[in-house]
């Protein structure tokens, strides 16, 4: 199937030659942080030639533990993802968890990304849909890579064709998720850009008593891998200090790390990324 180009921004098109980074803090930890490494990453991506969209949590409802930091929650969170959009001047992506946050989020974040543990509920789908905002559905676990064609038809179902899928890894065992490779271009033959969540696809699950654990240390040979089995986008957490992260603290991406990996990837994505004719929604 033709590949469909979705457009965030005029800047940030998924489906097309370039690369595009997704990148952010796991979870929105103070207005100041959110703007300082939207800021940061902002400079490294447009240093690379890499299209940028910032994403953040304004609440992580499936966390480990009850006593977990979530986030500032839907109302202060709006606000401070609306100061990144405009202020650090990048689209913006955050996740939803109930159809009533999604015409709120919609007013402010530019794709509207449905949590690999909700990516069968229609319709919390449908909901983000309706907004007509661009839809991330991320993979569940417990999905094989063609499943996602159900989730991206009750997209399409609702008017809106600006839908992209984002892979991060599957269950494998107790506390451990794998990545299949063959996953990437089996997705991409279904016409739709394919994210490769790099980070989350590291997470051991519930490996770190109470927490999620994860293998940061791995985070460039899968990247690696997965722009170079053609995927359209990549999307990191990154955080300054990594140890000190409020959530996903063992699998994110230091900063100072950042720059490095995407000329990596950069130069990975020029040699292998088709450029097939696409029709752009």
Known sequence: MPMTEVRVTDEVVLGGAPLVLIAGPCVIESAGHALELGRAIADIARRAGVPYIFKASFDKANRTSGTSFRGPGLKDGIEVL????????????????????????????DVLQIPAFLSRQTDLILAAAETGRV?????????????????????????????FVTERGFSFGYNNLVVDMRAFPMMRALGQPVVFDVT????????????????????????????????????????????????????????????????RLVRINAIVKPAPAAARV
């Open 82 to 109: 609306g100061r990144v959009g405009q202020e650090v001047g990048v689209p913006v992506l955050t996740d939803i968890h109930e159809p009533s946050q999604a015409a709120p989020v919609a007013k402010v974040a």
């Open 135 to 163: 839809v991330n559905i991320k993979k569940g676990q417990f999905l094989a890579p063609l499943d996602v064609k159900h989730a991206v038809a009750k997209v399409r179902a609702a008017g809106n064709p600006r839908v």
């Open 200 to 263: 989350h696809s590291l997470q051991l699950p519930g490996g770190g008593d109470g927490v999620t654990a994860g293998l940061a240390e791995y985070i460039e040979p899968l990247a690696s891998a997965g722009v170079g089995a053609g995927v359209d986008g990549v999307f990191l957490e990154v955080h300054e200090e990594p140890a000190r992260a409020k959530s996903d603290a063992q699998n994110a991406l230091a900063l100072h790390l950042l720059a490095p990996l995407l000329d």
